[in-house]
């Protein structure tokens, strides 16, 4: 079935890679990023600046995915740009208020289906800063303590249903996968995979053949300019 296609960027996206993503059949909605960044409180970025020292999270990015609650649709699949669709996810549009793959410490928000709702989008904009510094006491010393995934599975950790895991693919199980996730680091796209099939090495042990099979597949399918652009939305 043809959806439409959204995809949600902040004012960081080049002209250039958002023509190119219309052109592709995507309908671009810009978000207002600062508007996140006001809702996370102090202690927030100050976590940010001292794992900034350590190792390379997640940042307040992830947060934009908020937005997607604000679309005017009745049902939403969300996917992270760090995901590759392999096959079909039509079933994902017949659950109901949350439905995602198992993950800490609830569930992985890198695919979601939801419903949109303003008033659910309310509540998250309005309860990030108070549920942040609430929820961040159960996560010290934990890398992902500053991701937005921590705050959407606990939020919704009353009504979430649990997917299938072949719907989020993360390489932990070998089963027919519907979506792959290259979630974490390093993302398969910072090594040119037409050149030098040695650079491969590292992701057969980091992802597993599986899953950068299915991407090696896609990225040689995809042309120059579709391949910026991946590379630009991650
Ligand atoms: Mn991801």
Same mark, same amino acid.
């Given at each position: 079935?043809? =959806?439409?296609?959204?995809?949600? *960027?902040?004012?960081?996206?080049?002209?250039?890679? !958002?023509?190119?993503? $219309?052109?592709?059949?995507? $309908?671009?909605?810009?978000?207002? @990023?600062?508007?996140?960044?006001? $809702?996370?409180?102090?202690?927030?970025? $100050? &976590?940010?600046?001292?794992?900034?020292?350590?190792?390379?999270?997640? %940042?307040? *990015?992830?947060?934009?995915?908020?937005? @997607? &609650? @604000?679309?005017?649709?009745?049902?939403?699949?969300?996917?992270?740009?760090?995901?590759?669709?392999?096959?079909?996810?039509?079933?994902?549009? @017949?659950?109901? !208020?949350?439905?995602?793959? #198992?993950?800490? /410490?609830?569930?992985?928000?890198?695919?979601? *289906?939801?419903?949109?709702? #303003?008033?659910?989008?309310?509540?998250?904009?309005?309860?990030?800063?108070?549920?942040?510094?609430?929820?961040? +006491?159960?996560?010290?010393?934990?890398?992902?303590?500053?991701?937005?995934?921590?705050?959407?599975?606990?939020?919704?950790? +009353?009504?979430?249903?649990?997917?299938?895991?072949?719907?989020?693919?993360? %390489? #932990? +199980?070998?089963?027919?996968?519907?979506?792959?996730?290259?979630?974490? !680091?390093?993302?398969?796209?910072?090594?040119?995979?037409?050149?030098?099939?040695?650079?491969?090495? /590292?992701?057969?042990?980091?992802?597993?053949?599986? =899953?950068?099979?299915?991407?090696?597949?896609?990225? =040689?399918?995809?042309?120059?300019? !579709?391949?910026?652009?991946?590379? *630009?939305?991650?």
């Amino acid at each position: 079935m043809n =959806r439409p296609k959204i995809c949600l *960027t902040d004012s960081a996206i080049a002209k250039e890679n !958002e023509n190119a993503l $219309q052109n592709l059949g995507w $309908q671009i909605v810009s978000v207002d @990023a600062g508007l996140i960044k006001k $809702q996370l409180p102090e202690a927030y970025w $100050q &976590w940010l600046n001292h794992l900034a020292k350590h190792v390379k999270g997640p %940042g307040y *990015t992830g947060f934009l995915k908020i937005y @997607a &609650w @604000a679309l005017p649709f009745q049902k939403c699949v969300f996917l992270d740009a760090d995901t590759l669709v392999v096959n079909p996810l039509d079933p994902l549009f @017949a659950f109901g !208020e949350l439905a995602a793959v #198992r993950d800490y /410490p609830v569930f992985n928000s890198g695919v979601m *289906t939801f419903c949109p709702n #303003r008033n659910t989008y309310d509540l998250l904009i309005t309860n990030l800063e108070k549920m942040w510094l609430l929820f961040s +006491q159960d996560y010290i010393g934990c890398p992902w303590r500053d991701s937005d995934q921590i705050y959407l599975s606990r939020m919704f950790e +009353q009504v979430y249903v649990e997917l299938a895991p072949q719907y989020n693919d993360m %390489g #932990r +199980q070998s089963c027919n996968s519907i979506i792959v996730h290259f979630n974490s !680091e390093p993302k398969p796209w910072v090594y040119d995979f037409t050149s030098d099939i040695f650079k491969w090495i /590292p992701f057969y042990h980091r992802y597993g053949f599986r =899953r950068s099979g299915a991407f090696l597949k896609f990225w =040689r399918g995809m042309s120059q300019k !579709e391949r910026e652009i991946y590379k *630009t939305l991650t």
